[in-house]
C-alpha cells in the first residue's frame, strides 16, 4: 500500500496550527463482507448544522448486532445535535479491503467533512484516504495506530466495554451462585460441570484471539470469579466475527463439555439460540450476549449482554467537527460517561441481582473498582507485578514495524490499565483459570 506520509505530515501540521484540541478526553478493535449501498438516515431531527457532513463505512448492516449498535449510535448522537437525515450518508456490508478506501473516497467526493468506518480491518484503508484528503477527519473505530501514525486527521475510538463484560460476569456468577447454593448444580447432579478440583465449568464463545477478545473474555471470567471464586472457563474460537452457524455450534460443544455459561466475543444470536434449545431440553446452561439484547432470541437462557453506548463517542465527535475543532488521536471511555452498560437483565437472573449490579456499576464509575486489579488474577501461579506492552503497529510476517511505537508499562497502582495508553485493547495476558482451545470451530 501507498502511503504519502510526508504530505500528510505537512498538511497535518498546516492544520494543527489551525484548529484546536476538542477537550482533555483521555486515551484511556471489527468484522464482515458485502457491498456498497448508501440510504439516509431516519428517525433524525429536521434542524439541520450546514457545517457537517458525516459518511459512514460499516462492515455489516441492521440485521448484525455490532452495526446496528454503531447505527443506532449514530442516529441518536444525530438526533440530539439536529443533524438533518441528508447530512449522513450510508455505506453497509464494506469488506476489509480496497473497498475500503473507494468507499471513504467516495463520501469525500459527496461532501462529507467526517468519515467513520466500525471495522478494525478498515483501517489501513482509511488512513490511506486520510493521507490523500487531508481536510477531512477519518475515525477507524477499534483502531490501534492513529496516535503513531503521522497524520493528524486520522483518528481511533472504542469503549471500556471490558468494563461492561465484568459486569455481566457479575450477573453470571448471580447465577451460577444461585445454582450452586439451590442444589440445582451440585458435583452429584452434574459431574461434567465440574473439574477434578471442584471449580465450576464456564464456556466463551470468540471470535479471534486478538487482544480485544483476550481483554473480554478475562473481564467476564474476573466478574464471575468475583462472585463464584471457584471456577475455570474454557474459550473456543470461531475465526469470524459473524457466523451463526459457527458460534452456534461452538456453544453446543461448549455445552457438551459442561460449561454451564456461555458468554461470547461474537455478534450473531447463534450462541443464544443454542443455549436456549439445549436449556428447553432440560439442559442447565445460560448465555450472556453482546452488543443486543439477546432476550427475543433466548427468553430464559440469556441473562444479559454486555453492550457499548455508541452514542456518546459519535455526539463528542459530531459537537468537535461543528466546533471546527480537532478530536483527539485516541478516544476510550467506559462507565465513567456512560459509554458503556449491560442490557436488561432476563428473568432467569438470580435474586438480587440488579442491586448487586447497581453496586458495582458505582465502584466502576467512581473508580475504587478496576476490572484488572492484579490482586484477583495470577499468570502461571504468580502475582503480576509488571506487563510491557509494545505499541507499534506491526508487520508480522516481515517482524517490522509499519509505525513505531513506545513500549509502556501497563501495570500500574496494582491494576492492568487497559486503554488507558490507546483505544483499542492491548491486554493480552493468559491468566490461570481459562483455556483456550486448540483448534478452532470449523
Known amino acids: 500500500m501507498k502511503f504519502r506520509k510526508a504530505l500528510c505530515l505537512i498538511l497535518a501540521f498546516a492544520m494543527m496550527l489551525m484548529l484546536v484540541a476538542c477537550g482533555e478526553t483521555p486515551a484511556t478493535g471489527n468484522k464482515e463482507t458485502g457491498s456498497t449501498g448508501t440510504s439516509s438516515n431516519s428517525g433524525s431531527t429536521d434542524k439541520a448544522d450546514s457545517n457537517i457532513k458525516i459518511g459512514v463505512i460499516l462492515i455489516g448492516d441492521e440485521t448484525e448486532g455490532y452495526t446496528l449498535a454503531h447505527m443506532n449510535g449514530i442516529k441518536a448522537a444525530a438526533a440530539e445535535l439536529g443533524i438533518a437525515d441528508s447530512q449522513i450518508v450510508w455505506k453497509y456490508k464494506i469488506e476489509e479491503n480496497s473497498t475500503c478506501y473507494d468507499s471513504a473516497a467516495d463520501l469525500v467526493r459527496q461532501g462529507c467533512n467526517i468519515v467513520i468506518s466500525n471495522s478494525y480491518g478498515h483501517q489501513t484503508f482509511m488512513v490511506q484516504a486520510a493521507e490523500e484528503f487531508p481536510e477531512v477527519t477519518f475515525v477507524s473505530m477499534t483502531g490501534d495506530f492513529a496516535a503513531i501514525s503521522g497524520c493528524d486527521n486520522f483518528k481511533n475510538a472504542f469503549t471500556g466495554v471490558f468494563e461492561s463484560r465484568y459486569v455481566s460476569g457479575v450477573v453470571a456468577g448471580m447465577k451460577l451462585k444461585e445454582l450452586l447454593e439451590d442444589g440445582t448444580l451440585s458435583q452429584e447432579t452434574q459431574p461434567k460441570s465440574f473439574d477434578a478440583n471442584g471449580n465450576v465449568k464456564i464456556g466463551y464463545v470468540g471470535a479471534f484471539s486478538y487482544a480485544e477478545v483476550v481483554s473480554g473474555y478475562t473481564a467476564f471470567y ?31 460443544a461448549l455445552i457438551a463439555n459442561g460449561n454451564v455459561i456461555i458468554g461470547q466475543h461474537a ?9 436456549q434449545k439445549l436449556l428447553d431440553n432440560g439442559t442447565i446452561c445460560y448465555s450472556v450476549g453482546y452488543n443486543v439484547d439477546m432476550l427475543g432470541t433466548a427468553p430464559t437462557a440469556a441473562l444479559t449482554s454486555a453492550t457499548n453506548n455508541w452514542k ?26 456512560d459509554a458503556v452498560a449491560i442490557t436488561e437483565l432476563g428473568a432467569s437472573c438470580a435474586a438480587g441481582t440488579a442491586e448487586k449490579v447497581a453496586e458495582v456499576e458505582a465502584a466502576l464509575k467512581n473508580g475504587s473498582l478496576k476490572v484488572f486489579d492484579t490482586n484477583t488474577f495470577t499468570v502461571g501461579g504468580q502475582k503480576v507485578t509488571t506487563a510491557t506492552v509494545d505499541m507499534s503497529f506491526m508487520d508480522w510476517t516481515t517482524m517490522t514495524a509499519i509505525y513505531q511505537g513506545e513500549t509502556i508499562e501497563a501495570i500500574k ?9 490507546r483505544s483499542a485493547p492491548y491486554f493480552s495476558l493468559r491468566i490461570d483459570g481459562i483455556v483456550e482451545d486448540a483448534d478452532p470451530v470449523q
Open 222 to 252: 474476573l466478574g464471575i470469579k468475583s462472585i463464584v471464586p471457584n471456577v475455570v472457563m474454557e474459550v473456543m474460537y470461531t475465526n469470524s466475527w459473524f457466523d451463526i452457524d459457527k458460534e452456534g455450534a461452538a456453544a453446543e
Open 267 to 275: 455478534d450473531s444470536t447463534g450462541a443464544p439460540a443454542a443455549t
Open 312 to 337: 456518546v463517542y459519535y455526539k463528542h465527535a459530531f459537537e468537535c467537527i461543528m466546533q471546527g475543532k480537532t478530536l483527539e488521536a485516541d478516544w476510550a471511555q467506559g462507565y465513567a460517561a
Open 413 to 421: 497502582d496494582g491494576y492492568f490499565a487497559e486503554s488507558e495508553y
